[in-house]
């Protein structure tokens, strides 16, 4: 739809949706509320995109589709301070507030955890989680007061500018922080898997993702992408699951193609990354060299047989001149 030439807030039109956004979009959005919808009702799935790539300008790139969440995996991604704090303010700059910040933090890097954290990181993802204690010990450094005992910044608000909050009585952002920022266990290891009912038990986590990569590893599992899963992995699978059912925690994960989204949303995943920006990129260059590379052969092959065509065409006309020529010098009227 195009303008009229109103100011922009009289055509809503352009305006975008953003439900679950804070006050000020350097702070967290709502993931908790986020998540509990979806688990209420699938159709609000969240569905978002897997970012590796340590760059600002992808992430911009990624948020103007306005994904419900991008997922910035900063334990395997190599993100420093200055590149992972701008890639959250953009993904939610960028998208006018629509799309979540989820953070994958190693597991002891406190740096990059206060880093995102004070950027508006909405969910935290706390790999390789072994036991309820790795929970606490992360609880006490990602809420403040009385939950916990996250420093305050003074650098993330400048007073009667950017310190509105949805909550009342919350000049710092404080209580924004402790109602919308969420924690999701990742289990990967045999540890993991043995103290899952633990985990899942507790109030400080709001959801669980598998990670199943390393626990393979980890449970001597041979584990391929290209084959049917070995039958130790289905058991742990359906135990993660179960467990995920029993205590009511929403899942969080990746969905490779979309033929396995029905199957995910039945085991209760409510939070699916659909697009991997590194994935992506590497498709999109196979396959544009994949399509070049048959255009090309396609082309020379036609031309190589029309090729042979005109030659053959050249030898006839050749050989009919010759054969005349023959002709008449024997008295003879050449053939037609």
């Given at each position: ?166 909550y009342e009585g919350d000049e710092w952002n404080m209580k924004n922080s402790n109602n919308h920022i969420c924690i999701i266990a990742q289990i990967e290891s045999v540890e993991g898997m043995k103290n899952l009912d ?139």
């Open positions: 739809m195009s303008g009229n030439g109103k100011p922009f807030p009289q055509q809503p039109q352009f305006h975008t949706t953003a439900e679950h956004r804070a006050a000020v979009l350097t702070y967290p959005g709502n993931l908790r509320e986020a998540l509990r919808q979806a688990k209420e009702d699938p159709k609000k799935t969240l569905l978002g995109v897997a970012q590796g790539i340590p760059s600002v300008f992808v992430t911009k790139v990624m948020a103007s589709a306005k994904p419900d969440f991008i997922w910035m995996d900063v334990e395997h991604g190599i993100f420093d301070r200055s590149t992972l704090y701008d890639a959250i303010h953009a993904a939610q700059h960028h998208s006018e507030g629509k799309t979540l910040v989820v953070c994958r933090i190693p597991k002891h890097d406190e740096v990059s955890l206060t880093t995102a954290l004070d950027a508006g990181a909405a969910g935290l993802v706390l790999p390789h989680t072994d036991c309820a204690q790795d929970v606490r010990d992360k609880v006490k450094d990602i809420f403040y007061p009385p939950l916990g005992q996250r420093s305050f910044s003074p650098w993330t608000f400048t007073p009667g500018i950017s310190n509105q909050s949805l633990e985990i899942a038990a507790m109030p400080e986590v709001d959801g669980l993702m598998f990670g199943p990569g390393d626990f393979s590893a980890d449970a001597g599992i041979n584990f391929s992408l290209a084959a049917p899963p070995p039958q130790a992995f289905i058991d742990a699978m359906t135990k993660f699951v179960t467990t995920a059912h029993k205590y009511g925690k929403p899942l969080f994960g990746a969905a490779q193609n979309p033929a396995m989204i029905p199957m995910m949303l039945q085991q209760g995943y409510v939070a699916l990354a659909v697009s991997f920006d590194v994935w992506g990129v590497a498709n999109m260059v196979k396959n544009g060299m994949d399509e070049a590379r048959v255009i090309i052969e396609q082309n020379v092959d036609a031309a190589n047989e029309n090729g042979a065509a005109e030659a053959a065409d050249s030898v006839k006309a050749t050989n009919g001149s010759a054969n005349g020529a023959v002709e008449v010098v024997a008295g003879r009227a050449p053939s037609s």
